[in-house]
């Protein structure tokens, strides 16, 4: 059985010298966690796994570094969207298991963002007619 796991490693040629935390390669996938500021599997062989592509979605969208995503996390998102946050590393053992339970079960914590004022278009009277701003065109 070990012949075949170092058989597995030599088959990918960045295994040696890559410091991705989670690795395609790895048999302890599932125990593996994921900072957004931490490297992604670069192997070409791997780029078209589903969690090694919402890997890349989460880096971009989460607006909080200090919190960790788990490869079950990963492989369970159905939509990773701006503002989608990780798991608090600071919180018990027992309390970071249910709360990766209840992201996987869809319950996936989004940071508030800021609402800003939706642009209002206001119509003009100019010389008597209304006027458009947006398409500056004149209604009658």
């Not at 909080?64 to 990963?74: G, I, Q, R």
């Not at 939706?118 to 006027?131: D, E, L, Q």
Request: charged letters at 40%.
């Amino acid at each position: 059985m070990k012949n075949k796991e170092k058989n597995k490693k030599l088959d990918c040629k960045k295994y040696n010298d890559c410091s991705a935390p989670l690795c395609p390669m790895d048999d302890s996938l599932s125990h593996g966690i994921f900072y957004i500021d931490e490297d992604i599997c670069a192997s070409r062989e791997f780029q078209t796994l589903d969690w090694i592509k919402k890997q890349k979605l989460v880096v971009k969208a989460s607006t909080c570094k200090d919190k960790y995503f788990t490869a079950e996390m990963l492989k369970a998102a159905k939509q990773i969207r701006k503002g989608t946050e990780g798991i608090d590393p600071d919180q018990p053992l027992s309390q970071a298991v249910k709360a990766e339970e209840a992201w996987i079960k869809g319950k996936q914590v989004v940071a508030k963002e800021e609402k800003k004022p939706k642009r209002v278009v206001a119509k003009k009277k100019a010389n008597g007619k209304k006027v458009s701003k947006v398409s500056r065109t004149i209604i009658r």
